[in-house]
């Protein structure tokens, strides 16, 4: 057996877990014995969220001075008027379990791996009609109506999981937690997280500004031949831009773009990586003709418009002031089937793309059929984190980290 075989087994081994053995409240943590590999990861995840952050950076310093405080002019009122129509949806005991401090902790404690390892928030499979549609009328109105519907097929897709594999425990369309960060405001910081199988999103608002990242989409399989939701189908743009990218490149850029033709186990940025260091690899943007840079460029907007109207254009014109600071990486081999990764990484945006091998299903190297894609905020403003430190040091003499309470005014 391959090593990767064996650790799916392994996570595997950990999976069948009976709903009456689950302990998911304010905490989230999984109170029963787990296998090895997963009691590491539930123990790296402790040790990383105790970390304090500092974000993704290329060299373990964040870049500062890359995302001001700013009127966007783009209200985020319906945003505001969503989220409390879900708090107001919810039953007393609901909101003490889906509220948290707009600083908590709980923003970095989640993770794709489906064994209940730290969920947090009210679980969607819990809720009454009411307040789940209130709940997805929140995400729907701080995503575009694409990345809406990217988000409910990942979703829809991890109901067929369950179709597929009989293991309802464990899949299921709405095993997915919703914490609301704060109080919505117009002028305070406020935010929400959605958090499951295959579905992260974290958004914080300040003023008119949002921040959509972490934001982890994945599927396994990525398309539904059967079931309830025969025919739904995910991340067929981010595969094919990203594919005809790479064989747009002469075979010497595809020789500088490729910095390893083995697949990565999991992206490089996954949970609990938060301050994650990663180099710049690959090609960069100004080593592209035209042509090829609009491309590149392209393959950006498939992602940044997941964010909603507005706001996408806004972030796309961050994107694009720090084009000529792009690079483009590729790992795995350029042949029509083969499976493949791409990073997409500059001082304002990080993503990433790759074929995973099965964990549902039975296949133990990498396939199209698992995706994983991930949306991150380098230097320090992943959850927002750089506009919180500018607000409260400009606004809030109370918080720890101003000038103020650190005597440095």
Known sequence: MTDRAQESQDKLAGLNMRPRERHIGAAGYLDPALPPRLRELLERGKDAT????????????????????????????????????????????????????????????????????????????????????????????SLSASG???????????EHIRELTGRSEEYGEWYYWLSIFGTPSEDQPWGWQIDGHHLIINCLALGDQIILTPNFMGSEPVFAASGQYAGTRVFEAEETRGFALMRALSPTQQE??????????????????????????????????????????????????RIRPGHAEIRLDE???????????????????SPFYYRIHSPVILIE?????????????????????????????????????????????SHPHTPHRQGLE
């Open 50 to 141: 105790a970390e304090a952050f500092t974000g993704v950076t290329s060299d373990g310093t964040p870049r500062p001075g890359l995302f001001p405080l700013h009127r966007t002019g783009i209200s985020l009122a319906p945003v505001i008027a969503a989220a409390n129509n879900f708090l107001a949806a919810l039953s007393s005991a609901e909101s003490e379990t889906a509220l948290f401090p707009t600083d908590s902790d709980a923003w970095r404690a989640w993770s794709n791996i489906h064994p209940y390892l730290m969920r947090h928030g009210v679980c969607l499979r819990d809720l009454g009609d009411r307040p789940r549609a209130a709940a997805l009328a929140l995400v729907r109105e």
């Open 148 to 158: 809406f519907a990217t988000a409910r097929d990942v979703m829809k897709l991890n």
């Open 256 to 305: 500088a773009a490729t910095i390893s033709v083995d697949l990565p186990a999991e992206v490089f940025a996954a949970a609990f990586r938060d301050n994650l260091a990663l180099h710049y690899q690959g090609i960069r943007h100004d080593s592209l003709t035209a042509e090829q840079q609009a491309l590149l460029l392209d393959l950006i907007t498939v992602y940044v418009e």
């Open 319 to 337: 994107v694009k002031a720090h084009l000529h600071e792009t690079w483009f990486a590729w790992m795995g081999r350029c042949h029509l089937e």
């Open 353 to 397: 793309f790759d074929h995973q091998r099965g964990v549902a299903l039975d296949n133990d190297e990498p396939s199209r059929n698992h995706i994983h894609t991930l949306v991150r905020t380098p230097n320090g403003n992943d959850y927002g984190k750089d506009l919180l430190r500018q607000h409260y040091e400009q606004f809030d003499h």
